[in-house]
């Protein structure tokens, strides 16, 4: 009989003293690639370069007037305004001129294109937030307070510092201008929309004075009751288009309900399927088709080893012939399974509750609709009739002679100019009074609150971070490598795996005679080589620490 090899039979299950003796055997696996990531990692955390983030804090100053006595002829949105003052501030030419003026980017000014370091400062180096706090701990909702930071990241902080410093100058001179501008443009037109109604009252009392003049004396007064009736009618007529209107918005809104809900009874499907059926029966002769092809292999592998009346050989091919007949019986009994015709489902109580709401719902949305269009026709009824009145009215207004329905036309528009004049005046006054109270910079403004900070520590990188993370990932590495070698390795390592695998009984072992002077060359050699693999190490690790150290100072 031939022996079995050994990658046939299973492994026997290790204990606490097989693990220490995998990690005697493998040390050099687990602290090679542990020690080679952390040298790499240190190297990569001090060659790294700094990053300092500078920081200012500009806070939204109220007016020191309040609004309901002066208020302001400006946007009063003020995020709005912060991100205008942002897109102006951020543009190429501003950048541009920064990174001119504070000679920034040099490495990659030689290696990129302009507009691509310009973007890059845009998207990465600058910082604009606003500047949450916490109203209320309990709930621990952030609320956001009437101030934002602005903040730069470079690799220089006392340059980082520089640069916030002149992108918040650049922030309150753009606000102050482009509030001024504002409040300016509004002032001068509305100054020049009452020159333009004042101009147009004079000429209304003009026109209504020499009327009155040529026809002093010849005033129908018996005719004010008509008109008064006709404004009257006139104001029901807009109240009851008003209501018109009312009524065929809520209609539509009504009707668009209608449709989400048949949108959504359309859509409402049983999701009872047999698909999943399908793919159990799939998986199960999947799975018996696995079984039968390791069956062949490992008889392909036996016969290639032993004869045909070998035990083994024979269970392996009584196990292949139940495993087909196995699969036979399955594909068999789901043949059987199938419906000559589609089987009824019981439909899902909860899809047929939420269909009977839905048809609820319809319901009670076509009861609304209808009681709208009854709405909608009483009141074209009273349109109608309201109608007749006025065609009345007018009728008889039109009998009088064609001066006196000049002299109304021309009282009718003194009215309205008058009004608009009267709304353009108070407007004017109160944006020049907005205007008066910006130049004497007691309105809204920007107002820096913290300085731009000098960093003392870099924002990035996380050196103790990346150096755990480094060793971390040489440790598993160096793990995994000493877990292979040890599947790869079939030899027995000690006396269990000889009585697992022989079964038979151990009577005596005899070590491992080596010569004692190849033990200590061997030993000399792995010494030497670890040590200059640790002096190297520490000479690169150490020689990164002192160039970053030389660098920074």
Request: proline share 5%; charged share 25%.
């Amino acid at each position: 009989m031939q022996p079995q090899e050994s990658n046939a039979i299973a492994r026997r299950p290790l204990d606490v003293e097989d693990y220490i003796d995998i990690l005697r055997r493998h040390k050099g696996w687990i602290f090679g690639p542990l020690f080679a990531a952390l040298v790499l990692s240190v190297v990569v955390a001090f060659l790294w370069p700094d990053t300092y983030v500078s920081v200012a804090t500009i806070r939204v100053v109220p007016p020191q007037v309040p609004e309901n006595f002066v208020p302001a002829n400006v946007n009063t949105d003020v995020q709005g305004r912060v991100n205008s003052l942002i897109q102006l501030i951020l543009n190429r030419a501003s950048l541009t001129n920064i990174i001119n003026t504070h000679n920034l980017y040099k490495r990659e000014r030689e290696r990129l294109p302009l507009d691509d370091v310009i973007e890059n400062m845009r998207l990465y180096d600058i910082k604009c937030c606003p500047l949450l706090q916490t109203a209320n701990t309990q709930r621990s909702e952030r609320t956001q307070y009437p101030a934002f930071q602005i903040g730069f990241a470079y690799n220089n902080r006392f340059i980082a510092q520089k640069v916030t410093t002149d992108l918040v100058a650049r922030f309150l001179e753009e606000n102050v201008r482009e509030v001024s501008q504002q409040t300016v443009s509004t002032t001068q037109f509305l100054r020049d929309q009452w020159d333009t109604a004042k101009k147009k009252l004079d000429d209304i009392e003009q026109k209504l004075s020499v009327f009155r003049t040529q026809n002093m004396g010849r005033l129908p007064e018996e005719q004010q009751s008509n008109y008064q009736g006709l404004n009257a009618m006139q104001g029901q007529m807009l109240t009851l288009n008003t209501s018109m209107n009312r009524v065929n918005q809520e209609k539509l809104l009504y009707e668009n309900q209608l449709r989400i809900f048949r949108e959504q009874l359309s859509n409402l499907k049983d999701p009872n399927s047999t698909d999943q059926a399908q793919q159990q029966k799939n998986e199960k002769l999947a799975e018996k088709d696995r079984e039968i092809e390791q069956y062949e292999n490992a008889i392909a592998s036996a016969r290639e080893r032993y004869k045909e009346s070998h035990p083994d050989v024979q269970r392996l091919a009584n196990m292949l012939a139940a495993a087909k007949k196995q699969r036979e019986a399955i594909v068999k009994q789901e043949e059987a399974k199938k419906p000559d015709a589609p089987v009824a489902r019981t439909p899902n109580p909860q899809i047929a509750r939420e269909q009977r709401d839905l048809n609820v719902a319809m319901q009670r949305i076509q009861g609304l609709v209808q009681a709208k269009d009854l709405e909608m026709d009483d009141y074209k009824k009273q349109s109608g009739e309201l109608e007749k009145t006025i065609r009345l009215y007018q009728s008889r207004i039109e009998s009088v002679p064609v001066g006196i329905k000049e002299y109304d036309q021309l009282i009718r528009e003194r009215d309205l100019a008058r009004r608009d004049y009267e709304d353009l005046d108070r407007r004017l006054n109160a944006s020049a009074m907005s205007t008066a109270l910006e130049n004497r910079q007691q309105g809204e403004r920007l107002e820096q609150l913290d300085p731009p900070s000098i960093p003392q520590t870099p924002t990035q990188p996380k050196r103790p971070l990346i150096i755990a993370i480094g060793a971390g990932i040489g440790l598993i590495a160096g793990i995994c490598l000493a877990g292979a070698w040890e599947v790869k390795d079939t030899a027995l390592k000690n006396l269990k795996d000889v009585r697992a695998y022989t079964q038979l009984p151990v009577l005596g072992s005899i070590p491992l005679l080596e010569n004692d002077l190849i033990v200590r060359r061997r030993k000399r050699l792995a010494w030497l080589a670890w040590s200059t693999a640790g002096l190297v190490g520490v000479i690169i690790m150490s020689g990164s620490v002192v160039y970053y150290f030389a660098t920074k100072l």
